[in-house]
């Protein structure tokens, strides 16, 4: 790597302090491999099922089952008989009675809180050697979790091979798995590959409702998931994998969680022979966000629904632990996100989220949100390469329709200087339909994209609207064709900032960053204002001050000064919301520019050294107002802004010294023939004043 490139990774170091990734307080698992890939995505099997799951209660159940379609309702009633017989009262013992590969278990309706796997372990099972995680549980090996398989879970399904688990309801709500916020997970399935979950619901947990964990092979058919501390659905490690008809609301971090998803296609371009892990027809609603995946690589996410959640749809590199890192090759088309705006971090600000969480009403609407995200967004991307959203719907947000940033390599971990910058490139963002309802409405984004303008041959549609920068490179037809591409090693100093404020939350402390607009914070009160609000009054200071002692009696260098006043005022309107992606920060620029060149040439013969750093210093930002509001500049890796507020701090010093030097006054400075103007005469001594 070249001193440049060392230089520029020094930088990025720098300023990845500022990136939105909150304290190692998202899923933490035991090290775990990817499967080797020879599995494959299990397919239903009909017929009679080899195990039965029922209650005892005969009167219970035919009310349970009195509107089921007549066919339903008596094959139910034969299953019970043949149950009552023959079948198990928990789910847990008949999974500990399969014996071999391939077997069907059928849970009749009925409510299951599986009574002998919720008291606290005891014995050997209380005295378990294992790390604890940021959330206070234990990260157990999967001989620990065999051991003991209820310290954490309900029911628990480790190593059982090509099981099919399915509920014999009219509909999912008929057969309900209740964990009573008692356990970490209500079904976990644990290197069982080719597993198979069928209409039922799973829910009330301190995680997540339904787990796999290192499965080749899964499917997840017409289950839902309510009503948990952080996920509905999580699959992690795995491969082969089918997410359809699902639906998933009121969790503290998503609804649908493909997290290190198998990496089967790092090194790849768009073009990928298949993908690890495919959902489908699901829904996710009123969660923190709808779908979210820390290395949710070779996902193909399609003809879904995502709604009312705080965020549509995120994936990132933000969190270490989790391998396949960084996220990559994640496709997402054909899906309908939309009105993501809800307003779940008021439960942390009331105290809500401090009770326990059988107090805190997460089945009257409640979700405590679990990590530091922009609500309002239908998707978001920290860190992420070669991922595709095409043909998707995307409406009504009231912050962006796209949200992309960077993460550097050493918050998942990783120091080497050549990682640092290895996120953020090659997203596509192509043929979406933004601001428009199925019914054809116009439901406009607030914006339809925030960029923080990092990284390497990322492109969106050319129709999009206001968006943040105004300026993005577009897409060609083909996947790969760019056009008014970038390739910044570095995001914009400003919003850089802004995530470092936004990154400080803390669900378990109650702390809610001040100054970020992501938890309520309005006008004056965010950091973009303040900052801006700050900058102008340096640079309108330091500026008057210049003007007052050397430029005063100069015509066109007092309409600049107005000019440049008018320019910084713009600048802090420029950072409110509704104004941020739109013109107006370009035009503050242009103004600022036009400010610093007068200036500069007024001061080129009594002080040339300040005057042409202060031209210098209009030219960058005339580029900076080019490469925001017109077409970003190709070829260099660090935006005109850095090297703009560089120069400015020296300008800054300058000006101060030029303008408190002893001696210097008002007036105009020696002409262009290098003579000094003569001094005036007083009228009444005759002599020189």
Same mark, same amino acid.
């Given at each position: 790597m070249s001193w440049t490139r060392r230089f520029l990774a020094v930088l990025a170091l720098f300023a990845a302090v500022l990136v939105p990734a909150s304290p190692a307080l998202a899923h933490e698992e035991r090290p775990v491999s990817f499967p080797d890939g020879s599995g494959s995505v299990p397919e239903y099997r009909e017929g009679e099922p080899d195990l039965l799951v029922c209650k005892s209660d005969r009167d219970a159940f035919e009310r349970r089952i009195s509107g089921f379609p007549e066919p339903l309702r008596k094959r139910n009633l034969k299953l019970f008989d043949r149950c009552l017989d023959q079948g198990h009262r928990h789910l847990q013992q008949a999974v500990d009675a399969v014996d071999r590969p391939g077997m069907t278990i059928a849970v009749l309706p009925g409510r299951y809180e599986e009574e002998p796997s919720r008291p606290k372990p005891t014995g050997a099972c209380a005295r378990l050697k294992a790390p604890d995680s940021a959330l206070g549980y234990q990260i157990l090996s999967y001989a620990q979790q065999k051991r003991c398989p209820h310290n954490q879970n309900l029911v628990a399904i480790i190593g059982k091979k090509n099981l099919q688990i399915e509920g014999t309801g009219a509909t999912r709500t008929d057969v309900i798995f209740d964990a009573g916020y008692g356990k970490l997970n209500a079904l976990r399935a644990d290197g069982s590959d080719g597993i198979y979950f069928k209409n039922f619901t799973a829910q009330r947990t301190t995680f997540n409702s339904l787990y796999v964990l290192a499965g080749d092979g899964f499917v997840i058919d017409d289950v839902l998931t309510r009503w948990n501390d952080e996920y509905g659905f999580l699959t992690f490690a795995s491969d082969h994998g089918l997410y359809k008809n699902c639906e998933s609301y009121g969790n503290g971090d998503s609804g649908i969680y493909p997290g290190s998803a198998s990496d089967i296609n790092n090194g790849r371009g768009y073009e990928v022979p298949r993908y690890s892990i495919e959902i489908t027809g699901c829904r996710s609603h009123h969660n923190m966000v709808g779908y979210s995946g820390t290395a949710g690589d070779s996902v193909w996410v399609h003809d879904n629904e995502f709604d009312h959640n705080m965020g549509g749809a995120s994936m990132d590199s933000a969190f270490p632990g989790h391998p396949g890192l960084p996220q990559n090759h994640a496709k997402f088309e054909g899906n309908d996100i939309h009105d993501n705006n809800q307003d779940y971090y008021r439960h942390v600000a009331d105290g809500t989220c401090a009770k326990p969480p059988i107090e805190r009403g997460y089945e009257r609407g409640v979700v405590c949100p679990q990590i530091s995200m922009p609500p309002g967004t239908g998707?978001?991307?920290?860190?992420? *390469?070669?991922? !595709? #959203?095409? *043909?998707?719907? !995307? #409406?009504?947000?009231?912050?962006?329709?796209?949200?992309?940033?960077?993460v550097p390599a050493f918050i998942r971990g990783e120091s080497a200087w050549s990682k640092q910058a290895d996120t953020s490139h090659h997203n596509r963002y192509a043929g979406n339909r933004l601001g428009e309802d199925k019914q054809g409405r116009a439901r406009p984004n607030a914006t339809d994209v925030w960029w923080d303008g990092q990284g390497e041959a990322n492109c969106w549609q050319p129709d999009t609207g206001p968006s943040s920068p105004r300026a993005l490179p577009s897409c060609g037809e083909r996947r790969g064709?760019?056009?008014?591409?970038s390739d910044r090693l570095v995001g914009e100093p400003a919003k850089l900032a802004h995530l470092l404020v936004c990154a400080d939350y803390d669900v378990r402390a109650r702390r809610l960053p001040a100054g970020c607009d992501w938890y309520g914070a309005q006008g004056a009160e965010r950091v973009e204002v303040q900052i801006a609000l700050a900058v102008a009054a340096v640079l309108a200071l330091a500026g008057a001050g210049l003007w007052w002692r050397r430029l005063r009696r100069d015509r066109w260098a007092t309409v600049a000064s107005a000019v440049g006043l008018v320019g910084l005022g713009l600048d802090v309107a420029g950072a409110t919301t509704g104004l941020a992606s739109s013109y107006v920060p370009a035009l503050a620029l242009v103004l600022l520019a036009y400010?610093?060149?007068?200036?500069?040439?007024?001061?080129?013969?009594?002080?040339?050294?300040?005057?042409?750093?202060?031209?210098?210093?209009?030219a960058l930002t005339l580029l900076d107002a080019f490469d925001k509001a017109v077409v970003m500049i190709p070829w260099i890796p660090l935006g005109p802004a850095w090297l703009r507020a560089l120069l400015g701090l020296v300008w800054v010093v300058w000006a101060v010294t030029a303008s408190a030097r002893r001696g210097a006054r008002a007036g105009r400075e020696p002409s262009q023939s290098g003579r000094a103007p003569e001094p005036p005469v007083d009228a009444a001594e005759g002599t020189p004043a």
């Open positions: 998707i978001i991307t920290a860190g992420g *390469n070669w991922n !595709i #959203y095409e *043909n998707n719907r !995307i #409406y009504g947000h009231d912050r962006a329709a796209f949200f992309l940033s960077a064709e760019v056009s008014g591409g400010w610093w060149v007068v200036i500069g040439l007024a001061l080129r013969h009594a002080r040339p050294g300040l005057a042409w750093v202060t031209v210098a210093l209009g």
